[in-house]
């Protein structure tokens, strides 16, 4: 028989568990809020101003810059943070550095435009800030989902309290059958349709017109 120490032990044992695990969460919870922020309002910013730039100085790049390139940055953040897939990450820092090599490199290229402007060098500054702030939260994002992860394997995720925990292994419990029980209950069913495919002769449950025995047993 299992000691009331031992089961008063496990129990504070896994009560501390969950609230090391609660912490965690909310954690977790509060970055991903934040993140939400930093990811998405720079890209805001970014993109009225780059496209207002680019029809004051007729450059097609930047258009392709702000419509293109930065919903796809926030896509890609929004899988990151909001459905903790660690691959978005890696294909938010290749759109990211791929892009602004692209604005560092084309912009010796390209035409001074309307007012001398030259719109792909300030595109390639602005990216840079850009590139540095979604860039640091992306690796925030990586560890948080390490530890969001590990979170996903333990006991009484995601709200890591006891009366849940509980309240869901009596309802995992109650699903499961006791072997004999389920046995037994093969058994009767089996036994159930045995009986129901047995019938009687029509001429022996047939009675004479007189109340006598079955027409059938006439014969013996």
């Given amino acids: 028989m299992t000691n009331p120490n031992d089961l008063a032990r496990n129990r504070n044992i896994r009560a ?3 609230a090391h695990n609660r912490a965690l969460m909310n954690k977790c919870t509060k970055r991903y809020n934040t993140m939400g922020i930093l990811y998405f309002v720079p890209l805001l910013i970014y993109i009225p101003v780059t496209i207002g730039f680019a029809f004051i100085t007729g450059s097609f790049i930047p258009f392709v810059d702000a419509l293109i390139v930065c919903p796809l940055l926030a896509f890609l953040a929004w899988r990151s943070f909001y459905h903790k897939h660690d691959l978005m990450i890696i294909f938010l820092f290749i ?3 791929t892009n602004q090599f692209l604005l560092v490199k084309l912009a010796p290229y390209e035409d001074a435009g309307f007012f001398k402007f030259r719109i792909m ?3 390639s500054v602005g ?3 850009i590139l540095l702030i979604i860039g640091s ?5 990586f560890i948080t ?3 969001y992860h590990k979170l996903e394997e333990a006991d009484g995720f995601p709200q890591f309290n006891e009366r849940f ?4 292994m009596d309802i995992r419990q109650s699903r499961i059958k006791d072997p004999f029980q389920a046995e037994m209950e093969r058994r009767q069913r089996t036994a159930s349709d045995s009986m129901a495919d047995i019938s009687l002769p029509s001429d022996l449950s047939a009675k004479s017109e007189d109340g006598g025995p079955p027409a059938g ?4």
Avoid: P, Y
């Fill in 16 to 18: 501390q568990e969950f």
């Fill in 95 to 97: 759109v990211l550095f």
């Fill in 121 to 123: 060098g300030k595109c």
């Fill in 127 to 129: 990216h840079l800030i």
């Fill in 137 to 141: 939260v992306a690796v925030l994002n």
């Fill in 145 to 147: 989902n390490m530890t």
């Fill in 165 to 168: 925990f509980d309240q869901e």
């Fill in 217 to 220: 047993m006439d014969c013996i």
